[in-house]
């Protein structure tokens, strides 16, 4: 009888911790994933150039590292999330920031003009390093919302930090916005002159950026980007019952197609692509109904993929994949979006894209690592 009681008491202790211990790891699961991508992403594409300055390496080979304003914008938005938790310092958000400002773009027929846009690329080249002039506004909308949490964070610079947003916020609708298309450009070097004027990349689209961005300025002007864009992003996703949006499109100040092949980039200008992957990141934390129609329209679309087979890295605007490999780089901005959108009849995506957090962050690739890495930051709170 004793060795019973003591059985069924030892059992209960066992059934006890084993619980405690699944709820300790539901709870402290997503915390160290968070903690662990944020570490590893920092170890392996933040270089440091000097004591006060750094970059982050988009070329995935340290020996020739290459720095684009969009990577720069990336890693000052990470480490402002990574200082919320009190991962990153003050310091760590300024060597990036520094390195920023040593890299402000000039406008003008001579580039006689300093902004506070960002040079687009820095790489080496013949053992110093070139800095290509032109900016790319994806790295700069990035710059400029790191900025604003970065103030939230640290409040004792946030007077630095809000200034610094200002005069990029301004900037950006100085020389990178088209008020006839009620769109920003794809950088300051897309001027009335250029044929590239009406060209809008569709990863631009941030609506949750711009309500900051108004909120802090009261410009009227990021309300009509707002409007416009989404407007134009609705209308190109409205097109194919896919949901489905291009990298690159024409607008005007009502309209909106998809670009053909090679007009920007690549020949995947006009699919949804390496661009175009990044819409649901962007769309996932506003509430608009427009954002949330082209945002369900996407992701219904990629769910009964999952369904089928799986998500793939890349499709046609008709659904048609372009490779049959999985990309950190796609499936993290719907996984993103899934975690902050439930319930809209998508959520089998959220175990279906989960298996980006299955295996270390990648050493050898920026880009999957980054976004992996942005998703983890604002998908698992």
Known sequence: MRLSKFTWFLTALIAIIYTATLIVIQIESPYHIQAESYRRWRETYIIKQSANRAFVNTSNNRAKPVTLSEGQGYGLYITAAAGQHGWAKS???????NYYLAHRDYVGNHHQTPTYLMQWRQYQKNGHWASDINSATDGDLFIAMALHQAARVWPKRAGYYRNLERHLTNDILAYEYNPHTRSLTVGDWATSKSKYYRLMRTSDVAPTFFDTFYQSSHDQRWRIVKDGMLDHLADLSAQHRTGLVPDFAWVTADSAKPVKSWTMASKNDGNYFANACRVPMMLANSKDPRAQKTLTRMMKFFSR??????????????????????????????????????????????????FIFSKPLPKDNYYDATLTTIAAMEGMN
Do not use: C, E, M
Request: a positive charge.
């Open 91 to 97: 310091r760590d958000f300024d060597q990036l920031l």
């Open 305 to 354: 993929r999952s369904y089928v087979s799986y998500v793939t890295a890349g499709y046609t605007l008709t659904g048609k994949k372009l490779n049959h490999h999985q990309s950190a780089s796609f499936s993290a901005p719907i996984f993103l979006a899934v975690s902050r959108n439930r319930n809209h009849g998508y959520d089998n995506l959220f175990s279906s894209q989960k």
